[in-house]
């Protein structure tokens, strides 16, 4: 069994800065990717960045260049670091982790962005 802790959300003003992270623990086998998700109040959940085997990273179109996806492998910890928040990045914020590819997801995290 593997367990996701979210972390870092809040409340934070137009222009402002959060780190989110994430970190697996419990039955892990070999995390091939990880990333995080995001879903606003009347939309659907979308993939937000993530990272795989290797290093790569893939971003959504409205994140890049303002959001950084990272990894500590010996923490089994994914990071988010979000720089110039607009309100639309309003939302929960999920981890999701791939290990040995299973998928698994955390609680989710508030992110709140006021103008």
């Known amino acids: 069994q593997v367990q996701l802790v979210e972390s870092g959300g809040g409340l934070v003003q137009a222009g402002g800065s959060l780190r989110l992270s994430c970190a697996a623990s419990?039955?892990?086998?070999?995390?091939?990717?990880m990333g995080w998700y995001r879903q606003a109040p009347g939309k659907q959940r979308e993939m937000v960045a993530a990272?795989?085997?290797?290093?790569?990273?893939n971003y959504a179109d409205s994140v890049k260049g303002r959001f950084t996806i990272s990894r500590d492998n010996a923490k089994n910890t994914v990071y988010l670091q979000m720089n110039s928040l607009k309100p639309d990045d309003t939302a929960v914020y999920y981890c999701?982790?791939?290990?040995?590819?299973?998928?698994?997801w955390g609680q989710g995290t508030q992110v709140t962005v006021s103008s």
């Open positions: 999701n982790v791939d290990d040995f590819g299973i998928d698994h």
């Open positions: 419990g039955s892990i086998f070999s995390i091939n990717a």
């Open positions: 990272i795989i085997s290797g290093g790569s990273t």
